[in-house]
């Protein structure tokens, strides 16, 4: 059973980055047809997805955000990463990690979250 | 993008109650949409996926139904262990989206 974890800064400054990493453990993030998705949840607001990247290190993201927005991937440490650039108080949000099976398939596992505030 | 409608935004009911949620999708997704549970500081859990097939180990009670732009989410009978907030989530085409959310709460 794959597991994932977020970890990265709580608070973070207006105009600055979001940096977030997700550890994976039961699964390998160059494992074939797997994406690695990070969704967020705003205060009062429902889930909005970020993006994803593939397997291979293709990566695909939600257009609101594509302009600031990047996700990589760490192999030997078996993590992914979310950057967020020129952050503000809208930014400030629940970041999920989470996998699926393919481009046409349900986020099946996730992680348990990390809340982020933007802040000065 | 694909808007995803879903109602209510709340349902208090009692235990034992059947419990129905719907999502409306502004286009035709086939029947790639999937149904999560979420708990404050839990990781969200997948129930349903593809509209109907229930996630391996999730109880009966739950269940899914639709194609194409309408769907139902249903619980049979209410448990205690099911206060949560309940989301539809298309994954048909990019980006992905999710209804707003249905807050479960028991009378």
């Known amino acids: 059973q794959v597991q994932l974890q977020e970890s990265g800064p709580g608070l973070v400054k207006p105009s600055q980055t979001l940096s977030l990493i997700c550890t994976v453990s039961?699964?390998?993030?160059?494992?074939?047809?797997?994406?690695w998705s990070w969704i967020r949840q705003r205060p009062g607001k429902g889930l909005e997805w970020i993006g994803y990247?593939?397997?291979?290190?293709?990566?695909y993201y939600n257009p609101s955000l594509e302009s600031r927005v990047s996700i990589s991937k760490d192999t030997s440490n078996n993590q992914f990463s979310l950057h967020l650039t020129s952050v503000t108080a809208a930014d400030t949000a629940i970041y999920y990690c989470a996998r699926s099976g393919g481009a046409r398939a349900p986020t099946e596992s996730w992680g348990q979250g990390t809340l982020v505030t933007v802040s000065s | 993008d694909i808007q995803m409608t879903q109602s209510p935004s709340s349902l208090s009911a009692s235990v034992g109650d059947r419990v129905t949620i719907t999502c409306q999708a502004s286009q035709s997704i086939g029947n790639f949409l999937g149904w999560f549970q979420v708990k404050p500081g839990k990781a969200p859990k997948l129930l349903i996926y593809d509209a109907s097939i229930s996630d391996t180990g999730v109880p009966s009670r739950f269940s899914g139904s639709g194609s194409g732009t309408d769907f139902t989410f249903s619980i049979s009978s209410l448990q205690p262990e099911d206060i949560a907030t309940y989301y539809c989530h298309q994954y048909d085409s990019l980006p992905h989206t999710f209804g707003q959310g249905t807050k479960l709460e028991i009378k």
């Open positions: 039961g699964g390998s993030v160059t494992s074939g047809g797997f994406f």
């Open positions: 990247i593939y397997y291979s290190g293709r990566s």
